[in-house]
């Protein structure tokens, strides 16, 4: 469900407050898509050290503070942000390596 109301539409604290939650319901949707991606890209590494990806998670990391910064948010924050989110998602994958290893 997409915001009713622009920011500057918004005439009180509950309404502000009402557009923001439909906004994290939908970013909360989009990482669980996300994940759903995140566990079907197992499917096509073999070890620990294609799941690390070392290279390609810090190009991740770079990238999405650049986006954050261009949309004028804080460059760090949305790097650390996605630091941990990578972190969690390269745990869940190492996860589901080794049920596939054992398997």
Not at 5 to 11: A, F, G, I, V, Y
Not at 68 to 81: M, N, S, V, Y
Request: hydrophobic content about 35%; some cysteine; glycine content about 6%.
């Amino acid at each position: 469900m997409k915001p009713a109301k622009t920011p500057s539409e918004c005439t009180g604290k509950e309404e502000i407050r009402e557009q923001i939650d439909c906004i994290d319901q939908e970013i909360i949707a989009l990482f669980g898509l996300r994940f759903q991606y995140v566990n079907e890209i197992v499917k096509y590494k073999k070890d620990v050290e294609s799941v690390i990806a070392q290279h390609r998670k810090d190009h991740v990391i770079k990238v999405r503070g650049e986006w954050a910064e261009k949309h004028g948010l804080d460059k760090d924050t949305f790097e650390q942000i996605y630091r941990f989110l990578v972190d969690h998602n390269i745990g869940k994958e190492l996860e589901i390596l080794e049920k596939k290893l054992i398997g």
